[in-house]
């Protein structure tokens, strides 16, 4: 077996955890607020070490972890059960678990007890719900019960058949004003920040400066307090185009796929193992071994 070693040896203890204070802080003082998605442990940590502000255990693990066609499928025990790994690779970024379509929507006291259950089982510090006005009031319940929420709200993924498709939200007077209303009842039901998505830029800055809390923008322009993007995205490990706003900063999918044929060569070819990859009998055995099995001994 190979060993994952939980923490580098001699790693400093003293690593401040960020909170949703911290966020507001960075907001304040115009530091921009660096948010990725992250599904396992080893991402988590690299993630971490990177020194990125915000992670989230996003319902997009649907796609790009579990392979569906959209976010829906996805569960609340799947949800739970990564948010944990990721929560285990974290020591300094403020942790927030998605909850996923269906797991708020039946009820108030529903959704209440499942995101109890993201916090008191999994170790996130938030949960992120996607709507505006419309959760308002179920935002408040959570504030109420010591969670703090992230709004979402524009292209909300888990409206895809309401929403008729993946399309950019904000576009008509109409809907630039919903999404400002959207904004200000989050803010005024307690949320501590909100994720805009797919949305015009100029929508997205105004948003951003009608409020107090952070927004934290993916595909909704450079006016945000942060930017989140999908780990896969970033690495080129969606196997489908990308969006417009999903800037590539390395193929992993190159790198893997190479490395996955350098493998199957190898072993195609009795070139790995090697000798110095293999565990051995003690001198003495291997001596006897000789004498008794000469064809075995080189095997
Ligand atoms: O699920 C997700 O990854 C998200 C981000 C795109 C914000 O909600």
Request: glycine share 8%; with cysteine; net charge negative.
């Amino acid at each position: 077996m190979s060993v994952t070693e939980l923490r580098p040896a001699g790693a400093s203890t003293a690593v401040v955890r960020l909170t949703s204070a911290s966020l507001l802080q960075k907001k304040r003082a115009q530091v921009p607020i660096v948010a990725l998605t992250a599904y396992d442990y080893a991402t988590a940590r690299l993630v971490d070490e990177a020194g990125i502000d915000m992670v989230l255990v996003g319902d997009s693990l649907a796609m790009v972890v579990l392979g569906y066609d959209s976010t829906l499928p996805v569960t609340v025990d799947e949800m739970l059960h990564h948010t944990q790994a990721v929560a285990r690779g974290l020591r300094r970024a403020f942790l927030v678990a998605d909850m996923p379509y269906g797991s708020y929507h039946v009820s108030e006291e529903d959704a209440l007890r499942n995101a109890l259950r993201f916090i008191k089982d999994a170790g996130a510090q938030a949960v992120k719900i996607e709507g505006g006005q419309t959760r308002a009031s179920l935002v408040r319940q959570l504030t109420d019960a010591e969670i703090p929420v992230v709004g979402h709200i524009g292209l909300t993924p888990q409206s895809v058949h309401s929403m008729g498709g993946y399309k950019v939200q904000g576009r008509t007077w109409e809907a630039y004003d919903r999404l400002c209303r959207d904004a200000e009842a989050l803010e005024a039901a307690g949320a501590v920040a909100i994720v805009l998505e797919g949305i015009p830029r100029e929508l997205a800055a105004r948003i951003t400066g009608q409020v107090g809390i952070p927004t934290i923008g993916i595909g909704a322009g450079p006016g945000c307090d942060g930017q989140i993007l999908v780990f896969h995205d970033l690495f080129n490990l969606t196997f489908a185009p990308h969006a417009k706003f999903a800037r590539q900063y390395g193929d992993a999918a190159a790198f893997f796929g190479a490395a996955l044929a350098s493998y199957r060569e190898d072993v195609a070819q009795h070139r790995f193992p090697s000798d110095a990859e293999s565990y051995h009998l003690p001198r003495e055995m291997r001596t006897e071994l000789e004498m008794l099995e000469p064809a075995a001994s080189h095997g």
